[in-house]
């Protein structure tokens, strides 16, 4: 285990379903991540937080709306999402945003959209 | 704009032998540098770091090597083992305090006995 925890580790929904991922650490770190893994591309930065604020958005569609309630908690709502959305999703932590001593990451959920 | 490659997107090596695994980034600006080995149906798990004011870098039977000439760095594996069969991601950061780490595609190791 490396310290982050992500939950379901898979789920399938359709496409007008609501779910939520969610990732717990603690390991102290302040900053929280999610990454989106799809075959044969690098991994995607959606979102940031650091100390619960967020502190970027790389331009991800609205219909995922990411909630970090406190530092040792991020969540990722999903709803109306589409095929293509269909992805491995990591979380991963670091002890600030500088991220100086790189990214720790969960084993992350496999999403299927249908 | 930036970009993080890998040379070859599958490496095959004998089990016992060193496998190299290599990596070019395109910003001469990024000053910190990381290998990550992702198994089969786990996230990333951290290798070995390397800032840009050093060349070389070792761990326990890895080592990294930093090239900032030619913008390339690379994962040296001493006496692979079949648990060393896994993708294996270089990633790149730029200065300042921005915390975005750029991720190459990854290349996949495969270790055959």
């Known amino acids: 285990e490396t310290g982050v925890t992500q939950t379901p580790r898979h789920l399938v929904m359709g496409m007008t379903n609501k779910k939520s991922l969610k990732c717990e650490q603690h390991l102290g770190h302040n900053a929280m991540y999610w990454y989106k893994q799809s075959a044969k591309k690098p991994l995607e930065l959606m979102f940031v937080y650091s100390l619960e604020e967020r502190v970027e958005n790389n331009s991800v569609p609205s219909r995922f709306s990411p909630e970090c309630p406190n530092s040792s908690h991020l969540f990722l709502h999903l709803h109306t999402l589409q095929p293509e959305d269909s992805a491995l999703y990591l979380c991963?932590?670091?002890?600030?945003?500088?991220?100086?001593?790189?990214?720790?990451f969960g084993s992350g959920t496999r999403l299927t959209v249908v | 704009g930036e970009s993080v490659g890998l040379h070859l997107p599958t490496l095959s090596v004998q089990e016992g032998d060193n496998s190299i695994i290599n990596c070019a980034y395109s910003n001469s600006a990024s000053d910190y540098f990381i290998w990550y080995k992702q198994e089969s149906g786990k996230g990333p798990q951290f290798i070995i770091d390397?800032?840009?004011?050093?060349d070389k870098r070792q761990g326990q039977r890895v080592t990294v090597l930093l090239n900032k000439t030619v913008k390339h760095l690379s994962l040296q594996i001493a006496a692979t083992q079949p648990g060393d069969s896994a993708v294996y991601f270089c990633a790149e950061k730029g200065p300042g305090g921005g915390n975005k780490l750029t991720f190459g595609t990854g290349t996949q190791l495969k270790v055959e006995l």
């Open positions: 390397i800032r840009s004011n050093m």
């Open positions: 991963a932590s670091s002890l600030n945003r500088q991220g100086s001593n790189g990214y720790t």
